[in-house]
Structure formats: structure tokens, C-alpha cells
């Protein structure tokens, strides 16, 4: 995953969903503290938009928390704590655990080629790999002993391997380009798949605190027509378990310390 700003690509090293290698002391954060952030995590099961360009547009009929139907994963991510010059500690790593019986189709959705991603000229990504419409997220960033908020935005493309890529923008104060990958495997019940995504320390200038990550929201979620048949990417399980769906999110700090929390989501109406 690489990171870099327009303005200072030569010293920017994501603020993302969602979210590298695991540190074990804070060395560029005045009056940090050992505590570990506060983390919340809401998630719903929505209808796959037709048009990711258009998240508020017409969504596949029949899609959404149907049991056995295609859907989108809509979640928000907040994080607060002062721990870290009065903010968050920056986050390294996000590992989302899905329910088990969730199913991931990744045959036939087209993929952006790494060369593209690592460039970060997403807007040559082929039709169709957009993963999702685009998300926001809002962060802080530091010039010297200024810190100062960010907003972003947040782009996800079906990577090769079956991964998903993660392209993060933004523009004020700092011009940032921040590119995350993340990698499927199957996590142990009552879980199924398991997303895990590095996250690299973003610097805005030599010597600065690393950006800290406050809020993410994003949506994941496509389909393509094969035919008159809809392929889906994500498909909700065929039965729901007593209480909802039940999901699990770790996200790991800058600091060392890693916050569990287990998200749930209502089983559909009958």
C-alpha cells in the first residue's frame, strides 16, 4: 500500500476503511498515553446500487437483508481518544470477520490492474471494478504542531487475487493519495469470510504525528448482468441466526493495541 500527496509525494507514506505492520511504541506523538482508543463499528445490509457512481440511485431489485439474496454492506467506523497528542492513536490494520454463510463472487467483476492502483490514476480503472460507491472519511492530519481535521473520500475497485483495493483522496489541508489493499481469507466459526487490510502511517511533512483516523463510512457492494441472470458479489446466508447476523472488527493501533468489537445486524423480516 502506498501513500503520497500530490504536493509532497516524496513524503507522504492510508487514512482509510478501513485499515500495515503492527508498531509497539508511539515515537512522533507528544503526551501520548498507553489507553486504547474507543471504538464503535454500525453495519446494515442494503440493496446493490446499479450505478456506483450514483449511491443514491435505483438499487437491483430483489437485492438488500433478503435471506439468500445479493446485497451491499453498508458500515460506519468511529474512533475517539486523546491518547495521541489528544487524538487517536493512527491505525495500522482492519480485519473484518463477515458471518458465516455470506458468499463472495468474484468471478466475471472486472479488476484494476495493480499498475493503475499503485499509481494511483484510478480514474483509469476499468468499467465495472468499481467495488462500491464512494465512501468518506474524516481524519486528522498535522503541519509541525498544528493539527488540523481532513476530510476524505474513499474509492473501493475489485483488486487481482480477489482482493479489494481501497483509494483514499483528499484535498484540504493536504493533498493526499493513500491506496490499501486487502486480502480474503476464512476465518474460523461462527465466522466465514475474513477481510484483512493493512493501513500505512500517513506523514504530511518530516517529523509531523501521523495522521489519525476518526470516522469512516463506506459501502461495499456490485453486481453485473450475465444475461438476464444478476451475479452478485456479496450473497446474505440462507438462514439467520437467533439474534442477527453477528460480525467481528479488530482494528489494530500505532500504538500496539488492537479493539475488538462484534457489530450485529437484524435478521430480515419474514
Same mark, same amino acid.
Given at each position: ?43 446494515? #445490509? ?8 450514483? +449511491?443514491? /440511485?435505483?438499487?437491483?431489485?430483489? *437485492? &438488500?437483508?433478503? =435471506? !439468500? ?46 499498475? #493503475? ?8 480503472? +476499468?468499467? /465495472?471494478?468499481?467495488?462500491?460507491? *464512494? &465512501?468518506?472519511? =474524516? !481524519? ?43 486480502s480474503f481469507t476464512t ?38 448482468k450475465q444475461g438476464k ?42
Amino acid at each position: 500500500m502506498a501513500a503520497h500527496g500530490r504536493s509532497l509525494r516524496s513524503t507522504l507514506a492510508l487514512l482509510c476503511v478501513t485499515i500495515g505492520a503492527l508498531a509497539v511504541a508511539i515515537v512522533a506523538a507528544p503526551g501520548a498515553a498507553s489507553a486504547a482508543p474507543t471504538v464503535t463499528v454500525k453495519a446494515k #445490509i442494503v440493496p446493490i446500487p446499479i450505478d456506483p457512481s450514483k +449511491p443514491n /440511485g435505483p438499487t437491483y431489485p430483489g *437485492t &438488500g437483508n433478503i =435471506l !439468500g439474496a445479493g446485497a451491499a454492506l453498508e458500515a460506519t467506523l468511529s474512533i475517539s481518544g486523546t491518547e495521541y497528542g489528544g487524538y487517536p492513536s493512527p491505525v495500522t490494520k482492519v480485519v473484518v470477520e463477515l458471518p458465516a454463510g455470506v458468499k463472495l463472487h468474484t468471478q466475471g467483476f472486472p479488476v484494476c490492474p495493480t499498475a #493503475i492502483l499503485e499509481s494511483h490514476e484510478v480514474q483509469k480503472c +476499468p468499467k /465495472g471494478s468499481s467495488a462500491g460507491p *464512494t &465512501g468518506e472519511a =474524516l !481524519g486528522v492530519v498535522s503541519f509541525g504542531g498544528t493539527r488540523v481535521s481532513e476530510k476524505a473520500t474513499i474509492q473501493a475497485f475489485f483488486a487481482p487475487g480477489g482482493g479489494l483495493a481501497f483509494y483514499t483522496e483528499g484535498t484540504s489541508p493536504a493533498e493526499l493519495e493513500v491506496l490499501a489493499t486487502g486480502s480474503f481469507t476464512t476465518a474460523p466459526p461462527p465466522f466465514g469470510p475474513k477481510l484483512t487490510v493493512p493501513v500505512p502511517l500517513v506523514e504530511t511533512v518530516p517529523g509531523a504525528p501521523y495522521a489519525s483516523v476518526l470516522s469512516i463510512k463506506g459501502k461495499v457492494g456490485a453486481a453485473i448482468k450475465q444475461g438476464k441472470k444478476l451475479i452478485s458479489y456479496g450473497t446474505v446466508p440462507k438462514t439467520c441466526p437467533k439474534g442477527g447476523f453477528k460480525g467481528k472488527v479488530e482494528i489494530t493501533f500505532f500504538s500496539g493495541e488492537t479493539v475488538t468489537v462484534s457489530p450485529t445486524v437484524p435478521c430480515p423480516k419474514r
